[in-house]
């Protein structure tokens, strides 16, 4: 490849027309009527007042400031500190791939795709459309089983894709080296666009929908009075407002800093390098596919008949933005001996391209999130301020349906998809340290093309939160992931066992883990096993008289007016019956509780609280999650230990299910010990302040030596909880998913005093009946041992119809099979019909994995019965070997 024409500086920014005056010079179609930009060549006085500023002039801003406007918002204000479009959108490889790991992402992206083709007919503004499709290659066969994946749960999605083999790859991509590659996934309707085009459309639109936009202009502080939004300082004034969107980028992370109540916004830069080629000598079309080489760690499109070639290495260089401006971040150097390993690879995946010329080596800003998504919603403890940034390289891909989603929340109050997995407040301050950030930042950008097989782990900004018991159980031989920034026990490897080729065992198949979480399991349904299960989310509510009650009444769907000592599983639902905290309820005193949540609800579950709290100097909500540690003590032997213990009875008759009491264990007083495991196993749960936590974690496991006791991990807990059709928040309940949907109408009182939050929406849901439902599927002619597994997301086919997808799944050791969560819906000639359960009963289901369908039997209920019979018959054989003897 030839080098003879590069240039070093950046191209220009967009060239933006401007309108001063309603009606002004516009030209180029009926949208552009009534267009306002204001530049600096004539800056007139900034608004006094606003019902929301936006702060960031790049394809994200507009999409939120379009998509607001579409609804029907006014006085939307966009503020730029540069020019529109100069940021990250004029450097974006104007790629939208609907090839993403999550199907949110997907759904964000394909919508951005149908938007940005209709703005040229609802702007006349050219946004560069082209849809040329792509090709995502596979070099080696576990490459190949992950598109496979992605193909079926893209077609689940109603996306059209296709696997193909080398010989298609060829045809499609004359260019493309095929020599060594297994298979690749076709995506048809992926497309390219011009971003600087896409951004001014998009500006374009929102203008004339009434959005007013200044450019030049930065915004220096968010102001807040009694906890919410009320005005914004910027270099050219104040503004008033009610809302605040942060779409600000690389600075997304520096401005929530700058507020007078801090946001955090955990999200870092990166240097993104991408080349640019002169015209090929055979100019390549401008609809040849997009070419996605992951093993290569590159992407490559069509560009002005030549190469636009970029990628993700290995070995990422930080951005440092304190203190520096916009200018200096973007007008960054080159660096051709950083690009070498692209550029080879790029050579090696299209040999023809080693004649052609180098017209520029383009390096230019990304920023990036601690776990590769990117950061949408209301932040926690600051309201009216929405953040909308970190988009990890996908920026113009997601940033229409993103912005959608975040226009849908600001005005309805929730988005019209389970965001979830984007949410901020999936994040808590500890996430904000800038150490952590580039740490983290340098693994997550090549972990793009990385090769993720299930249950992969990050392996930088670790040991962030762990239990008092970390130390200890580590030379034991725990294995850990991380939640939340907590650090959780996967498994514990047995003295012997090979721990290097254990940790780096990676596979779609039968995991070398196997038989030692099959042990855990067997110890749990047999002895005891102890699971440290600190990381769960702890808070207590007081009050000085029924106000606690009074809010739990109001939040919760079951009846918390429960006798002192009790445990109350319970959903808090949103006004449309979804579930916004799956948690369960002690009741310490009579105007005490005691509430468990998920790890991943702490910021959550908090924010939804206070939300919805009265300002009462008497009600106090306190996060106790640090000082508490957890033990579950799980199976039939796990009262023989607490008993020894404690010196008191923890039989059913002394100590019935549900049910909290604070003993004395060992030495340590105070313990909350609690009748319940969230595995559906017999077992014990051990709140104990940290102080106390090594001395009880000590006594439990030498009085239990005699009743075989051993540690367990989290997959073991997930293997248990599957079986028994325990649903988890985060995995299978989410804010769109209703009690009755998922067979949980026992924990909810309709005829409590308390008219609950979601109470009518459920009344109305019952009355229609549910057209969705949560079920149970056991897979059959699977082979554990040569099959792929199913791990989530995998689309389910009733009587050969797609129905819905899997949620989540594990092995179940006691049924020597898979087995898999997930929704169905019902479908009559396209609209949404009524399930029953004769409509489940009677149909056929297939769970496909990979491609492949796999027969599986459908259940509405848990098999705890199916257990009860087979431990029946195994003692009724045990009795008659005895008697026969």
Not at 72 to 83: F, H, N, S, V
Not at 520 to 535: G, L, N, Q, R, T
Not at 764 to 786: K, N, S, Y
């Amino acid at each position: 490849m030839r080098g003879g024409a590069w240039c070093v500086c950046p191209r220009a920014p967009v060239l933006l027309r401007r309108w001063l005056c309603v009606g002004g010079g516009a030209s180029g179609g009926q949208a552009q009527r009534g267009v306002r930009f204001f530049s600096s060549e004539a800056p007139p006085t900034l608004p006094a007042r606003a019902r929301v500023l936006i702060c960031g002039g790049g394809v994200v801003g507009t999409s939120v400031a379009y998509h607001l406007a579409k609804l029907g918002w006014t006085e939307i204000l966009l503020l730029e500190q540069g020019r529109l479009g100069a940021g990250t959108t004029r450097f974006c490889a104007g790629i939208v791939s609907v090839a993403k790991p999550l199907s949110i992402e997907s759904q964000m992206a394909d919508y951005s795709s149908a938007l940005y083709e209709r703005l040229q007919q609802e702007t006349g503004v050219s946004t560069g459309f082209v849809r040329t499709g792509s090709l995502c290659l596979a070099q080696n066969q576990d490459r190949f089983l992950s598109l496979k994946r992605l193909a079926s749960r893209l077609k689940a999605l109603g996306v059209a894709c296709s696997i193909i083999k080398p010989k298609e790859v060829s045809k499609l991509h004359p260019l493309v080296n095929i020599h060594d590659l297994v298979g690749a996934l076709h995506l048809p309707g992926d497309a390219v666009v011009s971003p600087p085009d896409v951004n001014h459309a998009m500006a374009v639109a929102a203008a004339a929908n009434g959005v007013q936009i200044f450019e030049h202009t930065s915004v220096t502080h968010v102001l807040m009075k009694n906890g919410h939004v009320a005005a914004v300082e910027t270099d050219r004034g104040s503004v008033e407002c009610e809302y605040f969107v942060n779409c600000a980028g690389q600075w997304a992370y520096e401005l929530g800093q700058s507020s007078e109540v801090k946001v955090s916004v955990p999200l870092h830069g990166c240097e993104h390098f991408y080349l640019l080629t002169k015209p090929l000598s055979e100019p390549l079309p401008s609809d040849s596919p997009v070419v996605i080489d992951m093993d290569g760690r590159i992407y490559a499109r069509s560009w002005h008949g030549g190469i636009l070639s970029g990628g993700f290495e290995k070995n990422p260089k930080p951005i440092f933005t304190e203190g520096r401006n916009q200018l200096e971040v973007q007008n960054m150097q080159e660096d051709w001996d950083h690009f070498e390993p692209m550029l080879s690879a790029l050579l090696r995946r299209m040999p023809a391209l080693e004649a052609c010329e180098v017209q520029q080596l383009v390096n230019c800003p990304e920023s990036f999130t601690p776990d590769m998504r990117c950061l949408m919603g209301e932040t926690p403890g600051a309201g009216g301020y929405f953040v909308l940034a970190g988009m990890n390289s996908s920026g113009l891909s997601f940033a229409g349906g993103a912005g959608k989603f975040l226009a849908e929340w600001m005005t309805h109050g929730y988005p019209s998809a389970n965001v979830w997995p984007l949410d901020i407040k999936r994040f808590g301050n500890l996430q904000s340290s800038r150490t952590f950030l580039r740490h983290r930042v340098m693994e997550v950008m090549p972990l793009l093309y990385e090769l993720k097989v299930p249950r992969w782990d990050f392996q930088t900004g670790r040991q962030l939160r762990t239990s008092p018991l970390y130390d200890r159980l580590d030379t034991q031989g725990a294995r850990w992931m991380e939640k939340h920034g907590f650090e959780r026990a996967k498994y514990f490897v047995p003295a012997g066992k090979d721990l290097l080729a254990l940790d780096q065992s990676k596979t779609f198949y039968k995991p070398d883990w196997f038989d030692i979480v099959g042990a855990e399991v067997k110890c749990c349904k047999e002895a005891v096993c102890v699971i440290d299960m600190s990381s769960f989310t702890k808070f207590e509510l007081t009050s000085s008289g029924d106000q606690a009650l009074h809010l739990l009444q109001r939040l919760c769907a079951n009846d918390l007016d429960v006798p002192v000592g009790h445990i109350v599983h319970t959903g808090m639902l949103n006004a449309r019956g979804g579930y916004e905290n799956d948690c369960s309820v002690v009741r310490l005193s009579k105007n005490s509780f005691f509430i468990i949540s998920p790890t991943d609800q702490q910021v959550h579950c908090w924010s939804w609280m206070k939300q919805h709290m009265p300002s009462d100097p008497q009600l106090h909500l306190e996060d106790v999650s640090w000082k508490y540690t957890a033990l579950n003590l799980i199976g039939p032997r796990a009262m023989d230990v607490l008993s020894e213990l404690s010196y008191v009875s923890m039989t059913p008759e002394h100590f019935p299910s549900l049910f909290c009491k604070e003993m004395s264990v060992g030495y340590a007083n105070g313990i909350r010990v609690m009748s319940m495991t969230h595995t559906g196993e017999p077992g014990f749960m051990l709140y104990i302040p940290i102080e106390y936590a090594l001395h009880v974690y000590n006594e439990v496991m030498s009085v239990g030596q005699k009743y075989g006791i051993r540690n367990a991990g989290y997959y073991a807990l997930r293997s248990l909880r599957i079986e028994k059709f325990f649903a988890f928040w985060g995995q299978d309940l989410d804010s769109f998913t209703t009690p009755l949907e998922c067979g949980r109408e026992f924990r909810v009182k309709f005829d409590k005093d308390t008219d609950f939050l979601g109470r009518a929406a459920l009344l109305q849901q019952r009355e229609l009946g549910v057209t969705r439902r949560f079920l149970m599927l056991v897979l059959e002619d699977h082979d554990a041992e040569l099959d792929l597994w199913p791990w989530w997301g995998e689309p389910i086919y009733r009587s050969g119809q797609l129905a819905g997808t899997t949620s989540s799944s594990a092995y179940s050791y006691t049924l020597q099979r898979h087995v898999c969560l997930g929704f169905i819906r019902r479908l009559e000639d396209g609209a949404p019909a009524v399930i029953t359960p004769e409509f489940i009963n009677r149909g056929d289901y297939e769970v496909e994995i990979a491609g492949q369908r796999f027969p599986a039997k459908a259940k509405l209920y848990p098999f705890s019965s199916l257990f009860a019979q087979q431990r029946r018959r195994k003692e009724d054989l045990e009795l008659s070997n005895f008697q026969s003897k």
